[in-house]
């Protein structure tokens, strides 16, 4: 069975500076996604970012970007310029590609992200 | 930009009643799931909907819980007897090409 881990229950960051946040996994497939989402006070689930298994290139999105290292099953989380907007929790999870999981997400216990001003 | 849209955002009820969570997925996804989230823990799976069935379910949902898509919009999750221990957000999401996309949540208080 797959699994994701998250080992910073709490990050803290000076706004404007860069933090990342780290995600290990483990899956014996091949094919598979990842995500970030950002869950801010109102507990909305909000995509960050995606990565693909297939795909060597990191993802980026503006401010975010990833750090996916597949033979490490790790995919961290960058943040630069971190803004008072992003505090928030973060998530890891974990998609099979393929049907058999019925593409069920699987999560990370989540990283409380803090700016400070 | 189509969303999924869940109602209420926030409900309240008394323990051993029932409660039905709604939520309109986006009209051309198929497969569809619950998540709970209870307070300070991490996201579970709890369903998931395919083709007017359920196609996997977790040890969480048992008998307690049932889904439907009665009218083949709306996607229901019922808890026939609460529980204080189901207290806790839930989450419809529907399954796009890649990701999931996420209803804003329910809060279930039971008292």
């Known amino acids: 069975a797959q699994t994701v881990t998250q080992s910073q229950p709490e990050m803290s960051v000076q706004e404007a500076e860069t933090v990342t946040l780290s995600c290990t996994y483990d899956?014996?497939?091949?094919?598979?996604?990842l995500f970030w989402y950002k869950q801010p006070p109102s507990r909305q689930m909000i995509l960050v970012i995606r990565?693909?298994?297939?795909k060597q290139q990191n993802a980026t999105e503006n401010r975010f970007s990833v750090n996916f290292q597949k033979a490490a099953k790790s995919f961290s989380l960058k943040i630069s310029d971190s803004q008072l907007g992003d505090a928030a929790m973060y998530f890891c999870?974990?998609?099979?590609?393929?049907?058999?999981?019925?593409?069920?997400?699987?999560w990370g216990a989540g990283t409380k992200l803090i700016i400070k001003p | 930009e189509p969303e999924v849209t869940q109602t209420p955002s926030h409900q309240v009820t008394q323990m051993g009643q029932e409660v039905i969570l709604r939520c309109v997925p986006i009209?051309?996804?198929?497969?569809f799931y619950w998540y709970r989230q209870i307070l300070g823990q991490k996201v579970e799976f709890l369903v998931s909907?395919?083709?007017?069935?359920?196609?996997?379910k977790s040890e969480i949902f048992d008998d307690q819980f049932s889904v439907e898509r009665p009218d083949g919009s709306n996607f229901t999750l019922k808890i026939r007897s609460t529980k204080l221990e189901d207290s806790a957000m839930y989450f419809c999401?529907?399954?796009?090409?890649?990701?999931?996309?996420f209803g804003q949540g329910t809060r279930l208080t039971v008292v």
């Open positions: 999401a529907g399954q796009g090409l890649t990701e999931a996309f």
């Open positions: 990565q693909e298994a297939y």
């Open positions: 009209s051309n996804h198929l497969y």
């Open positions: 899956t014996s497939e091949s094919d598979y996604y």
């Open positions: 999870a974990y998609r099979s590609a393929t049907y058999h999981s019925n593409y069920q997400l699987i």
């Open positions: 909907f395919y083709n007017n069935e359920i196609s996997e």
